[in-house]
């Protein structure tokens, strides 16, 4: 597929989008029949969402959360609002996590090739191939780590992007292999650079992977997920508070909408990821945890040889303000 294609897909009715997501989802269930499928439910709003669509076709689909530890209580409270949802867990805490793996801060793919060279220090190829990059014919063929994050290699703060494979998609993979199921995910391609490649690559019902996984809210935008929500009344954690119109307008193919938003947190995901922080606006998602969740905060900020995260030493490296 076309990133045009994409485009397009993206810049149709909200009505027309429903439509496309109910027909991925109904192929989706014909392949594997509804007693192999689930929803990947967060408790964040996309899968809301998702959840919300796919039981109106199918009232009896399984869903599943990843209780990680990483999620606001609000979450996990609006989470236990929902029947025939299977709750399953992490063999590793956050705190375990960065102390084997290393801290997620700047992105994934960051982490990752930081991670590499902390780990492997004496190793020149590593370096090599993390800092200049792998030419070929005069290319780049490998992503390189910008020049602007190469301190962070020799900071003393251990970096890595095992996080999410730890905390999320490990113990999933486990449930879908003990139950034989497959998932169907509420992630947008709007979302990351990487989202958008894994559609144009595999589209929305990726019955060519390894693991097969259905994400039918791939065309979807942030906007979609709010007018959706606005639409049906469909009820939303608390952490997000309610969905509003502001005083902004978005310019669409040849009109304008009034730009939809949340009262409270924009999003949700794990509270303590460090990834992207660096390019909010203040008040950033550290600042905001001090104002909403006091007592997260002071564990996320302790030191870690006094049982805390350690995230204050961290963030200051990082030149991230957390107060």
Known sequence: MEKWQLIQRQNLPLEAKV??????????????????VYVS???????????????????E????????????????????????????KPTMSFRQVILKYG?????????????????NPASETIRAKVIDGICKNGKLTK????KKWHYLIDSGIPIGADCCQVMKKSPLKRYEKKNGLHPIIGITAAESQRRTQNYLKDGCNAFNLKSPQSRPLSIWTEQDILKYIRRNNLPIAACYGEVVETDRQINLFGYTETELSTTKCKRT??????????MEDSP???QRLKQTHPQLWTYCMKPI??????MKEVLTAYGVKYE
């Open 143 to 146: 992503f390189k780590l910008p």
């Open 61 to 88: 689909i399984k869903a599943a959360f990843c209780d990680t530890g990483l999620e606001y209580p609000e979450i996990r409270d609006f989470v236990k609002t929902f029947d025939n949802v299977d709750w399953i």
């Open 305 to 310: 040889e006094q049982g805390g995260l350690g």
């Open 103 to 119: 801290y997620p801060i700047v992105s994934k793919e960051y982490a990752d090739y930081i991670g590499r060279i902390q780990r």
């Open 41 to 59: 439910f967060s408790g964040g709003k996309d899968s809301t969402v998702l959840l919300n669509i796919c039981r109106k076709m199918y009232p």
């Open 269 to 278: 995901g794990c509270v303590f990821c460090g990834f992207g922080c660096h």
């Open 19 to 36: 439509n496309l997501t109910q027909r991925r989802i109904q192929e989706w269930v014909d392949h594997w029949g509804i007693d192999n």
């Open 284 to 286: 950033n998602r550290f």
